[in-house]
């Protein structure tokens, strides 16, 4: 009888947390048109009225001119209709979305657009979708030491880059699209950047195209995770930038068209690839431009430098770049696992210099470059299978 009497007690007490939490629940509605009764004008109002502990819920419609502030606030969800809210900076100098010091903050379907982007700062479970973010005079969105995940969403036409993050976790989650600002696409420093494509349906990709410098980039031992369906498409130097001990592990995902090299990875930094295209990239290095990362601009696909290292796992296709395919220097390792292809490049297949070590652990096929399928200078070693490569010219060839 004493368990039984507990046991209730434990339970009653349980429902008494439930119902107040539900109790505590709050909800507003905005309509910046002011044509609903009842309903805020201005989510900044709708703030106001709504304790900073959740859960809070805002509804949004119209178009709405203010700049938001959320600060010190949990468990609050911001939604609307794709297309039906629409939030322009009341403020230019001011940042048109602000998430402070906040935690469980869920921001849906609604577009914010001007002043100096959006700024998440020390944020703890953040999240867009379903959004446009566009016309930044700075970078779209900024993100300081948070995790942060977007999807659904598009990120564009920002003075500098799309998407900024410095330390924390910044998950890239499916169709989303970073195109058209005019730095970096998605940039990362200091922290860890997961990028996770979708399946092949048509709108869940990642699409990172068309902005003015590199598409992305990490630096200063922040870790890159890239899988699924991700495109790296046209943008004006690099495609994929990995420098300052940092490190990338990619798969299934397309780096086309950049017009610098491919893939960089250098200063002491790791790149594992496989199941990737890496094609018609370089067009800058290839005529003539001097090369957007390496000294000598040998490379259009990828290239390993300045004491890195690389691997190629297999069903990478390097090919049709506008230089050499992929190029190894400065006490750099570059490592195949084999089954990869390196065709049709404007220049060598691989090209070796500067105390460079290419070894393979299998057979890859490199055909219909323009040089070499292998060229290595007098400093440099090849070990392993070339089965597949016909030709090298390597004069430090080991087995």
Request: charged share 10%.
């Amino acid at each position: 009888m004493h368990l039984r009497h507990h046991g209730f007690k434990l339970l009653f007490g349980c429902l008494l947390l439930l119902v107040s939490n539900l109790a505590f629940a709050a909800g507003a509605t905005v309509d910046c048109s002011g044509a609903t009764p009842g309903a805020f004008t201005t989510i900044t109002a709708a703030l106001a009225s709504l304790p900073a502990a959740g859960p809070n819920n805002i509804t949004v419609t119209g178009n709405c001119t203010e700049n938001v502030n959320i600060i010190s606030r949990s468990q609050l969800t911001i939604s609307a209709v794709p297309g039906t809210a629409n939030v322009t900076a009341a403020n230019p100098n001011a940042r048109v979305l602000l998430i402070l010091s906040s935690q469980q903050i869920f921001v849906d379907g609604v577009n914010f657009s001007g002043g100096r982007g959006v700024l998440v700062n020390n944020g703890t479970d953040v999240q867009l979708s379903d959004g446009i973010f566009q016309n930044s005079s700075l970078q779209g969105i900024s993100v300081i030491n948070s995790t942060f995940d977007i999807f659904n969403a598009t990120v564009q036409n920002a003075l500098r880059s799309g998407i900024s993050a410095t330390g924390g976790t910044l998950g890239i989650d499916g169709g989303v699209t970073v195109a058209n600002n005019g730095r970096a696409g998605v940039s990362m420093i200091t922290g860890h950047l997961v990028i996770s494509g979708g399946d092949g349906t048509p709108g869940t990709e990642n699409s990172i195209r068309n902005n003015g410098s590199v598409g992305v980039s990490i630096a200063n031992s922040a870790e890159m995770d890239i899988a699924g369906d991700n495109r790296i498409l046209s943008n004006g130097t690099t495609g994929l930038q990995v420098i300052h001990t940092s490190t990338v592990i990619a798969s299934d995902s397309t780096i086309s068209g950049n017009q610098g090299v491919g893939v960089h990875i250098g200063e002491t930094s790791h790149g594992e690839f496989s199941a990737m295209s890496i094609t018609g990239n370089g067009a800058t290095v290839g005529s003539g431009g001097g090369g957007i990362e390496s000294g000598s601009g040998a490379a259009g696909g990828m290239e390993v430098v300045e004491n890195s290292d690389m691997f190629i796992d297999g069903q990478v296709d390097v090919s049709n770049n506008l230089a050499t395919g992929i190029f190894v220097s400065e006490s750099s390792v570059l490592s195949s696992l084999g089954g990869n292809t390196l065709n049709n490049n404007t220049g060598d297949g691989i090209l070796a210099e500067a105390l460079a070590v290419v070894h393979f652990f299998g057979a890859d096929t490199a055909a219909g470059n323009t040089k070499a399928p292998l060229e290595c200078d007098t400093t440099s070693i090849l070990l392993g299978d070339k089965t597949g490569l016909g030709g090298t010219k390597c004069k430090i060839t080991l087995k």
